[in-house]
């Protein structure tokens, strides 16, 4: 049988294609196809997106148990991001979370009803009531299974405006013509057979990467190949020294346990049985941002207030719902009492639930304006902020930052960097992104390609990307992939993980750099056509090295703490020196390192106390 990318090309023409099928792509595809061609290409089926996994619920102000306002909201997110966070573009988040909220509702998604049959919320952590008086009900939820009902949701819808699903497809190359985009070539899993797709626009959103950490909350699938391939093109990623721990992973595993058990009324125990929040956040206690409890758990640890308690790393602390009772747990969180039955044997209104941080989510990836329009450089830029990108005829020119854009190009969800969550995301907020930001971008897809030309893919554009493909079956031995894997995972979490110090960041970089040499000598062990899972854990690795290298990089070069970025040597924010967001480009192997104003028209930064 041929090996992969030897055999038949197939070439295919949308106006728009969508990359990945997570909640962003698919509203991005919903709204695009209700005006042009649009075809979402996808490495999972849609139902296996990590959007599937999103537990504990969508942010909006309803006001629907208590007063709330989107005005509230929007500064819980930019003072939860730690002033990061551009402000307008959170505004925007906060505002039209109600309309998203409501047109889910609209479209069939199941949310848990109050007793009267209005949409039920629960609090959730940073989330307050009158820029911070105390926490508010703002967390709209299906039980524990909100990001699941949101992709039955709009995959349905999807299906119903005839977009075209190309499923188990890993898109290995973006095509462009000068700064323009021309399509996308990708490799079908089950044939080993390329595909070219020819568009006038593309939209990646490709989920997250937390698989470059040993222990995480993030599907084996999460990594980060969009903003890889945004890499290989050249083009820089932002803030990506910001990546969040959640605090509440199951120990030693990483498996998720909602903030929502903690937005019911969950409470973080130590060794002696004190709820220690109450000595980092008298305000919100175990509600605080998980950038704040993740680092009260780290202290607990190493102060020998542990569970276990020899300040060893496999330490831990409890997270009990005990009092919460055997009905409310069963209604409101099902699923995270079957992970506990299931994976630790215990249930959650018996007994405390033994966790620990966990790396969790993206603040960083691909720059875009608030339609979603990729920006193509930035360097040394500060302020430059000049409001939307100017309808569907934004082109090369000038973005709403004052920064060029790539044509054509789009990206939304996780991989992208609006940039909303700033240096630490609230929970629920990325849920709202996914779906406000998604449809944005949709929008101006489709005003887009009405006015576009089709940029040229020049002749053989898979030709590099077969390549690529050959040289893994050239049948040279190589190390196999899979101990690189392991080892970029470990030194992630020892020296990029909660809390950073300059030396050991800047060994990592070295590491990685040693191991990207390695990576270049590994081959595929599996010479088959069909279904070959070596060939795309070894792509996947590629992409995962990249990022980790761009993410130690940066991480390196900011000498001040910041929401996730908690470095010992440099305790404090400098709002002087560092309110400014990174840039970092990958040019042979190495970085280089830019940066570019905060929009920070709203609020004045402020010290973050809850
Ligand atoms: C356990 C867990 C619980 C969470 N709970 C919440 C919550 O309650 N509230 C909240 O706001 N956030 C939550 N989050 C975060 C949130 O779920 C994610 O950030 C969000 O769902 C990401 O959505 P996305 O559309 O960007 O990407 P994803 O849903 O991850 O989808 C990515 C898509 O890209 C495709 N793809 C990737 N690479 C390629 C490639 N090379 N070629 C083709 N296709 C590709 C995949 O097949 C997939 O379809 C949670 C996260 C986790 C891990």
Not at 201 to 210: I, K, N, P, Y
Not at 359 to 386: E, F, K, Q, R, W
Not at 463 to 488: A, N, Q, V, Y
Request: net charge negative; aromatic share 6%; charged share 25%.
């Amino acid at each position: 049988m041929a090996v992969p990318g030897s055999g038949q090309i197939h070439v295919h023409e949308y106006e728009a294609v969508i990359v990945g099928a997570g909640g962003a792509g698919l509203y991005a595809a919903l709204e695009a196809s209700s005006a042009c061609r649009t075809a979402v290409v996808s490495k999972l089926h849609p139902m296996r997106s990590h959007t599937g996994a999103a537990q504990g619920g969508i942010g909006a102000a309803l006001g629907n148990l208590e007063e709330d306002r989107p005005e509230w909201h929007a500064f819980d997110t930019i003072k939860g991001g730690d002033y990061l966070v551009d402000q307008e573009a959170a505004v925007i988040l906060a505002e039209d979370a109600v309309r998203a909220v409501y047109d889910l509702e609209n479209r069939g998604l199941p949310f848990s009803r109050t007793p009267e049959g209005r949409i039920d919320q629960r609090r959730f952590g940073g989330h307050t009531r009158n820029l911070g008086e105390a926490a508010v009900r703002r967390s709209c939820y299906a039980a524990d299974r909100t990001g699941h009902m949101i992709l039955q949701t709009l995959y349905q819808q999807c299906i119903k405006n005839q977009v075209a699903f190309f499923d188990e497809l890993f898109v290995l190359d973006l095509l462009l013509e000068g700064r323009k985009v021309a399509g996308l070539v990708a490799l079908e899993l089950a044939t080993g057979e390329l595909h070219v797709f020819r568009a006038k626009a593309v939209l990646l959103a490709t989920g997250g990467f937390g698989q470059m950490f040993r222990t995480t909350s993030n599907a084996y699938a999460n990594t980060g190949d969009g903003p890889a391939l945004v890499l290989r093109r050249g083009l820089p990623l932002e803030d990506m020294e910001f990546f969040q721990f959640h605090p509440t992973g199951i120990r030693g595993m990483g498996i998720l346990i909602t903030e929502g058990v903690r937005g019911e009324g969950g409470i973080l125990r130590n060794r002696q049985g004190q709820r220690f929040m109450e000595r980092y956040a008298p305000t919100l206690l175990d509600l605080a941002p998980r950038d704040m409890v993740s680092r009260a758990i780290m202290e607990e640890l190493k102060e020998g207030n542990g569970i276990r308690g020899d300040r060893k790393i496999n330490d831990y602390v409890h997270l009990d719902a005990t009092h919460l009772g055997k009905e409310l747990i069963e209604a409101k969180l099902p699923d995270i009492a079957d992970f506990c039955r299931t994976y630790l044997g215990i249930d959650p209104a018996d007994s405390p639930i033994p966790v620990q941080p966990t790396a969790h989510y993206a603040m960083g990836g691909i720059p875009t304006d608030n339609d979603g329009c990729v920006l193509a450089s930035g360097d040394g830029a500060a302020g430059g902020l000049s409001g939307s990108a100017g309808g569907a005829a934004a082109g090369a020119g000038g973005g709403a930052r004052g920064l060029p854009l790539v044509e054509g190009l789009y990206a939304a969800g996780e991989c992208a960097c609006v940039s909303v969550h700033g240096a630490n995301r609230l929970g629920t907020n990325s849920l709202v992104d996914l779906v406000v930001y998604g449809r944005r971008a949709g929008q101006h897809i489709a005003g887009f390609v009405k006015q576009a030309d089709s940029a040229s893919p020049g002749s053989e554009p898979e030709g590099p990307s077969r390549e690529r493909l050959e040289r893994l079956f050239d049948g040279k031995k190589g190390p196999h992939g899979g101990h690189i894997r392991e080892e970029m995972r470990d030194l992630m979490m020892e020296k990029i993980g909660i809390y950073r110090k300059g030396p050991a960041m800047q060994e990592a970089v070295r590491d990685l750099e040693a191991l990207g040499e390695r990576y270049a000598e590994v081959r595929t062990q599996d010479s088959s056509g069909r279904f070959n899972t070596d060939l795309l854990e070894i792509l996947e690795l590629g992409n995962l090295l990249d990022l980790a290298l761009v993410t130690a990089a940066s991480a390196g070069h900011r000498t001040e703490s910041r929401g996730a970025h908690a470095r010992e040597d440099f305790p404090e924010r400098d709002d002087e020196g560092w309110l400014k967001h990174s840039l970092v480009w990958l040019e042979d192997a190495q970085t280089r390192i830019g940066y570019r104003g905060v929009d920070v028209s709203r609020w004045k930064p402020k010290p973050r106390t809850y």
